[in-house]
């Protein structure tokens, strides 16, 4: 019996490495959908690390995987908090500035901040003059993002769900394992 117990302890300790490593650093996903065409396609297999944010920031154009209630997905990050970002006869201005969007694969309907947060609160029953007071203001908020798929045409993204919550961000898309074709770093 104590030969057993000797002989199992490193695959117990190879198991408890493997669940601390899936559970708080890094992890794989799936890509579903189309969202984020071309840059990913469906049932690719990303990896996401759950630490990069925890050390350091999120940045503008992160690849990130959002918990989403019914399913976690993947979108772009466009603005951080303190950003004014809007679209304009399809051009991105951040801070009133342009910036080439190079990850567009089709055109993007204009939009104001304020437009994002309305889309964030279409389904709470509020009236007009709620969702004026509440949407005051022309930056996004401290400790939300906006995100945007790739693919605007089909993408669920904070022109439908408003800002994201940080607390709601899983962590950062990094590395593609699949197909082995595609294997590398992803942006």
Request: charged residues 25%; proline residues 3%; hydrophobic residues 40%.
């Amino acid at each position: 019996m104590q030969n057993f117990i000797k002989n199992i302890i490193p695959y117990v300790i190879i198991l408890l490495v493997v669940v601390i490593i899936r559970i708080f650093i890094i992890t794989p996903v799936t890509v579903v959908g189309s969202s984020m065409y071309d840059t990913l396609v469906e049932d690719e297999i990303l990896l996401l690390s759950k630490i990069s944010y925890k050390i350091g920031d999120i940045k503008r154009f992160d690849i990130i995987v959002i918990d989403e209630p019914n399913d976690s997905i993947i979108k772009r990050v466009y603005g951080l908090p303190g950003d004014k970002v809007e679209y304009k006869d399809n051009v991105l201005y951040i801070n009133d500035e342009e910036v080439e969007d190079v990850y567009a694969t089709n055109d993007t309907n204009d939009f104001t901040i304020k437009d994002i947060c309305i889309s964030g609160l279409e389904n709470d029953n509020l009236s007009d003059t709620e969702i004026d007071e509440i949407c005051d203001y022309d930056t996004v908020p401290e400790g939300y993002y906006l995100v945007l798929g790739d693919n605007r045409k089909v993408s669920l993204d904070s022109r439908s769900l408003g800002f994201i919550s940080k607390d709601l961000i899983m962590g950062k898309a990094v590395f593609r394992i699949f197909p082995l074709d595609k294997i590398g770093t992803i942006s």
